[in-house]
């Protein structure tokens, strides 16, 4: 656990010191909310759909997972997302659209990882609203937006909004930052459409006190090599009989090594900050290496011959898919009688 996760994981007297700055922190965010909430702040609406996945803490909650499996979903139905980011860990100025030839450098490792994933559309940039707009204009099939962490981006109007929270994490000691890992209340998550909690191994659901709220599972899937995107294992066939070393730099990066472990694989393992940015010379090359998809794409220039990237796959419980398909309908109806977008209704299928 790194030194942030272990002063918000309790209400020790490291976090207790935090205190009079989360308490400024908490204040000027619920002023912010309020000038919103009573519209005394504008918010710009796209025309489209926008659906908003986000998570009211700070560090990895699995957002970048659910976006993925939302955006192939919403294909899976005949729409044609668009996928909008704040581009974190890139140095891209403006809007930037994303394509598989960017650096991570560039346009951040998540954005990256959406696009090569999915192939949708996918645009970066600080504003959010800026963002959409040039998703639009240079993408104009696209009918419905998904905006990759945006829970807080208040300008940018939003028809759904989904929270993510960390199954095992939850929401820490429920502190603001930087006494805790909160963004905003815990209250926010009255206030969104659903909170969707990330479960990793045995881990049940928490109950945030009869808030609506799924679940989705998740679990490895195969194994491709970077030096060889086009072959693809079961973890069962990787050859774990030379020794193995297991690196990540994400938000959590103990679930990705417990998940390996239930899988059977025995490695070493070494942990980086989130969003790291590996260079060359920094990993050993004659080493069977184990990393996520989202480290993969930044390491692809100089991987090694045996570094393999795990793929992660996320199971929503049915009843989510049911009430998000529901939702989905809704919006659409709603937004094209109100604003005369395009009809994405006859693209629905069932």
């Known amino acids: 656990m790194r030194a942030p996760e272990r002063v918000w994981a309790r209400r020790g007297v490291p976090a207790m010191l935090l205190l009079p700055l989360a308490a400024l922190f908490s204040a000027v965010a619920a002023m912010r909310r309020a000038l919103y909430r009573m ?31 939302l955006v192939n979903h919403l294909r899976a139905r005949g729409l044609r997302p668009g996928v909008v980011s704040r581009g974190y860990g890139g140095a891209a100025r403006g809007c930037v659209d994303v394509d598989a030839m960017r650096s991570p450098t560039e346009v951040g490792d998540e954005p990256l990882l959406v696009h090569v994933k999915t192939g949708v559309p996918v645009v970066v940039g600080r504003d959010r609203v800026a963002a959409a707009r040039t998703l639009l204009a240079r993408h104009p099939g696209v009918d419905v937006i998904v905006s990759d962490d945006g829970l807080q981006h ?7 909004e989904l929270a993510v929270v960390d199954a095992s994490a939850g929401l820490g000691n429920g502190w603001p930052l930087p006494a805790g890992p909160l963004r905003e209340p815990p209250a926010r998550l009255r206030s969104v459409d659903a909170v969707v909690q990330v479960v990793r191994g045995d881990r049940p659901p928490r109950d945030y006190g009869g808030i609506t709220g799924w679940w989705i599972d998740t679990r490895p899937g195969q194994a491709w090599r970077l030096a060889q995107p086009q072959l693809r294992v079961a973890l069962t066939d990787l050859p774990v009989n030379k020794p193995c070393l297991a690196v990540t730099g994400i938000g959590r990066p103990q679930g ?20 790291h940015a590996f260079r060359p010379g920094e990993l050993p090359v004659d080493r069977l290496l184990l990393m996520t998809e989202k480290d993969a794409v930044k390491c692809r220039s100089f991987a090694g011959t045996h570094w393999w990237a795990v793929e992660l796959e996320i199971a929503p419980e049915a009843g989510f898919v049911a009430w998000l398909d529901q939702k989905i309908t809704a919006i659409v109806s709603r937004v ?12 629905l299928e069932g």
């Open 256 to 275: 990705f090594f417990d998940m390996l472990a239930r899988a059977g694989l025995r490695c070493e393992t070494r942990a980086f900050p989130d969003h």
């Open 154 to 160: 208040y300008p940018l109007h939003r028809n759904l």
């Open 39 to 69: 519209r005394l702040l504008p918010r710009a609406a796209m025309g489209v759909p926008v659906i908003v996945v986000g998570n009211i803490t700070a560090g990895g909650s699995g957002k970048t997972p659910l976006v993925i499996w």
């Open 336 to 347: 094209d009688a109100r604003e005369g977008c395009i009809d994405a209704r006859n693209r």
